[in-house]
């Protein structure tokens, strides 16, 4: 009698292991497919992110267009590039350029307003219309996955001083990622280089200039 209650105690014993292995393993398929999925992101328009006023929005949308990225700030040296910006997009806008601002508090805490307020200082002071988006953080331990792929892809950089440098972090508000018709980023701004600069303009009108791949 003994030995049969050992055997089914046993049996049990396995069924229960066996159910728990089962379980486990379910439970582990989806995450290593998220996981899977986020390193999908093929190009700066694969990310879905949201609106200064809170919304999603797929840039996805904005494919075979030309997009110009630049993460903003209210109350740095760089701020008054607002107006250049606007310029820009404005100039070419019809022509299938798009400009988006992205705000961020990395540098000098020089973003920290709420996104109510900061949208009020763009419209106000420098009269934006070019989308803006949700304050995020483009560097660090909660960069934002946008920005990771943007200072990821290998583009020379070009600054005022001519000097070119690769992939990596972003140095201070204002910098610039110009991507093209096919959501590849093709030239990337360091933050003193003007939007208006003879460099920028060259890259933007080349790349409205090619047609989507």
Known sequence: MKSVLAVLALAAAVACFSVA???AA?????????????????????????DIDG????????RG??????NVAS??????????????????????????????NNFG???????AQIKAGCMTEYHVTFPMFSKVSVKGDDQVALFKYLTSQDVAVTAPDKKEVGKGDIAWNFEKFLIGR????VARFANKTQPDDP???????GALASKAG
Do not use: R
């Not at 290593?32 to 949201?50: P, Q, R, V």
């Not at 919304?55 to 904005?62: E, S, T």
């Not at 805490?109 to 996104?115: K, L, N, R």
């Open 21 to 23: 292995v089962g379980f």
């Open 26 to 50: 379910e439970d582990t398929t989806p995450k290593a497919a998220g996981m899977e999925n986020m390193n999908m992101k093929t190009d700066a328009l694969s990310f879905t992110m949201k």
């Open 55 to 62: 919304k999603d929005v797929d840039l996805g949308q904005y």
């Open 65 to 70: 267009k030309v997009v110009l990225i630049v």
């Open 75 to 104: 109350k740095c040296g760089n701020t008054p590039q607002y107006a250049p910006l606007e310029a820009v997009y404005t100039k070419y806008q019809d022509k299938g350029l798009v400009i988006m601002g992205f705000p961020e």
């Open 109 to 115: 805490h020089q973003e920290p307003g709420t996104e």
């Open 182 to 185: 096919d959501g590849k980023v």
């Open 199 to 205: 460099e920028v303009i060259k890259a933007i009108e």
